[in-house]
């Protein structure tokens, strides 16, 4: 495809006199400058907000993303890795440091509150109504419910959108019903990994998707994009995504890995000695890599913090440097045709630290609990504002409820108000709908 359709945008829009931005600039400003990314400032990473001002928010996390993105970028022009392509391929598929940093900078806009309990939540209350998902909700908080333009959201270029369609397959297609559990009578009581959405973009934006962002791809090509892998046991799985995706995924990977991994042992939630029994029997994921875990314990958990970002620095830089580009001869658009992996042994020592990561921390109890409360929180939101929308939603809020054209338009603008709350904001409308406490129409959200 050429150039110029992917610099297009759904709605054409006059350009400001003596503006001298290139198209992915244009893309970089609406994103920095939007509603939706200030929120994450107030929206969980994976330690609850409100105890310590030092571990990552949504915002920070994003915000590392797009410094490991624009790395990763960098290395693959310059650096040296097997069958790398040549200089004029590199020149024509490579984003510019614009266009990636505001595909990574946008990837996680979708999240609601508190995190996968909140994800999980919505998707429990919008079972009957097309579902939730957080990469889904990204993409249309960008294409229709940010405030840039009256329909089209922020009205972005064809390339960063599929840049940030990491899952190109619809909630309809990648759902099996078989995978959810059943839903007990109080639903916020529900086990949470047996009611994870598919990972998909929803129903809602399928003309988003096939209309405009594949619309220039050839048939064959957007037949294979659209494939899945399917599962009798799990949802389907799509089985591709663009180049641009691909670099932010593993942008994502290397960060939430290593950070969240760096946050936790700052906060003493995960020590040396775990380091220590985690590794035991476990040396040649670091034997391959020409390292030892006792000298990355050392560093890591030294009382010198210096020494311990010096080394987190170290990882992410060895990762970013075994990145490389893989051609896959089935397509024919280069932007889907080539896509970033991580080089063996580096992937799987990275899976290894993230390991640890996921047992001591996102599975604690301390941090399950939140995840439960919120799970909870948005639920009973949900619920009441669902059961008396013109009571309870917002004037505007409410005025888009009263157009939509059905139950399932209807329910997913309760969705989109709720997934679009901070942490904090989720909080207090709760306690000003159920606490018992008299309360004011004076309190402020």
Same mark, same amino acid.
């Given at each position: 495809?050429?150039?110029?359709?992917?610099?297009?945008?759904?709605?054409?829009?006059?350009?400001?006199?003596?503006?001298?931005?290139?198209?992915?600039?244009?893309?970089?400003?609406?994103?920095?400058?939007?509603?939706?990314?200030?929120?994450?400032?107030?929206?969980?990473?994976?330690?609850?907000?409100?105890?310590?001002?030092?571990?990552?928010?949504?915002?920070?996390?994003?915000?590392?993303?797009?410094?490991?993105?624009?790395?990763?970028?960098?290395?693959?022009? =310059?650096?040296?890795?097997?069958?790398?392509?040549?200089?004029?391929?590199?020149?024509?598929?490579?984003?510019?440091?614009?266009?990636?940093?505001?595909?990574?900078?946008?990837?996680?806009?979708?999240?609601?509150?508190?995190?996968?309990?909140?994800?999980?939540?919505?998707?429990?209350?919008?079972?009957?109504?097309?579902?939730?998902?957080?990469?889904?909700?990204?993409?249309?908080?960008?294409?229709?419910?940010?405030?840039?333009?009256?329909?089209?959201?922020?009205?972005?270029?064809?390339?960063?959108?599929?840049?940030?369609?990491?899952?190109?397959?619809?909630?309809?297609?990648?759902?099996?019903?078989?995978?959810?559990?059943?839903?007990?009578?109080?639903?916020?009581?529900?086990?949470?990994?047996?009611?994870?959405?598919?990972?998909?973009?929803?129903?809602?934006?399928?003309?988003?998707?096939?209309?405009?962002?594949?619309?220039?791809?050839?048939?064959?090509?957007?037949?294979?994009?659209?494939?899945?892998?399917?599962?009798?046991?799990?949802?389907?799985?799509? =089985?591709?995504?663009?180049?641009?995706?691909?670099?932010?995924?593993?942008?994502?990977?290397?960060?939430?890995?290593?950070?969240?991994?760096?946050?936790?042992?700052?906060?003493?939630?995960?020590?040396?000695?775990?380091?220590?029994?985690?590794?035991?029997?476990?040396?040649?994921?670091?034997?391959?890599?020409?390292?030892?875990?006792?000298?990355?314990?050392?560093?890591?958990?030294?009382?010198?913090?210096?020494?311990? =970002?010096?080394?987190?620095?170290?990882?992410?830089?060895?990762?970013?440097?075994?990145?490389?580009?893989?051609?896959?001869?089935?397509?024919?658009?280069?932007?889907?045709?080539?896509?970033?992996?991580?080089?063996?042994?580096?992937?799987?020592?990275?899976?290894?630290?993230?390991?640890?990561?996921?047992?001591?921390?996102?599975?604690?109890?301390?941090?399950?609990?939140?995840?439960?409360?919120?799970?909870?929180?948005?639920?009973?939101?949900?619920?009441?504002?669902?059961?008396?929308?013109?009571?309870?939603?917002?004037?505007?809020?409410?005025?888009?409820?009263?157009?939509? =054209?059905?139950?399932?338009?209807?329910?997913?603008?309760?969705?989109?108000?709720?997934?679009?709350?901070?942490?904090?904001?989720?909080?207090?409308?709760?306690?000003?709908?159920?606490?018992?406490?008299?309360?004011?129409?004076?309190?402020?959200?």
């Amino acid at each position: 495809m050429e150039q110029k359709h992917w610099e297009e945008r759904i709605l054409k829009q006059d350009r400001k006199s003596n503006d001298s931005r290139h198209e992915y600039e244009r893309d970089f400003s609406r994103l920095i400058h939007s509603s939706a990314f200030r929120r994450l400032q107030a929206k969980t990473q994976v330690l609850g907000l409100g105890e310590s001002d030092f571990y990552r928010t949504r915002l920070t996390h994003s915000m590392e993303v797009a410094q490991i993105g624009t790395g990763i970028k960098r290395h693959l022009k =310059k650096g040296t890795y097997t069958n790398k392509p040549n200089p004029e391929t590199l020149d024509n598929i490579l984003p510019s440091s614009a266009l990636i940093n505001a595909i990574c900078l946008a990837h996680d806009l979708g999240h609601p509150p508190f995190g996968h309990g909140g994800e999980v939540a919505l998707n429990i209350c919008m079972r009957e109504f097309g579902g939730f998902e957080g990469n889904g909700q990204t993409l249309r908080i960008l294409t229709k419910l940010e405030k840039y333009t009256e329909k089209n959201g922020m009205n972005l270029t064809r390339r960063l959108l599929l840049g940030v369609l990491k899952y190109p397959i619809s909630y309809s297609a990648a759902r099996n019903g078989s995978f959810y559990g059943t839903l007990p009578e109080k639903n916020w009581l529900a086990k949470a990994d047996y009611q994870k959405p598919p990972k998909c973009y929803l129903d809602s934006e399928k003309d988003i998707v096939e209309k405009f962002i594949l619309d220039k791809l050839s048939k064959k090509d957007k037949d294979h994009f659209v494939g899945l892998e399917f599962s009798s046991t799990k949802h389907h799985k799509p =089985k591709f995504h663009s180049l641009d995706a691909s670099i932010m995924e593993l942008a994502d990977d290397i960060s939430y890995s290593l950070h969240d991994f760096e946050d936790a042992i700052s906060l003493k939630l995960i020590t040396l000695e775990h380091w220590k029994i985690h590794n035991d029997n476990k040396e040649h994921f670091f034997e391959k890599c020409g390292l030892t875990s006792h000298t990355i314990g050392q560093e890591l958990f030294s009382k010198d913090s210096y020494r311990r =970002k010096e080394q987190i620095g170290n990882l992410v830089h060895q990762f970013i440097t075994s990145i490389y580009l893989q051609e896959n001869k089935i397509f024919e658009e280069p932007l889907l045709r080539w896509n970033a992996f991580m080089a063996e042994p580096w992937d799987s020592l990275r899976e290894h630290i993230f390991e640890l990561v996921f047992k001591k921390v996102i599975k604690s109890t301390n941090v399950q609990l939140l995840e439960f409360k919120g799970q909870k929180i948005v639920i009973e939101l949900f619920e009441a504002l669902s059961s008396d929308p013109k009571r309870l939603l917002p004037k505007s809020t409410y005025d888009k409820y009263d157009q939509g =054209k059905d139950n399932n338009e209807k329910m997913r603008v309760i969705c989109d108000y709720v997934s679009g709350m901070t942490d904090e904001y989720a909080t207090r409308l709760y306690e000003k709908i159920y606490a018992p406490h008299k309360g004011s129409i004076f309190d402020h959200l």
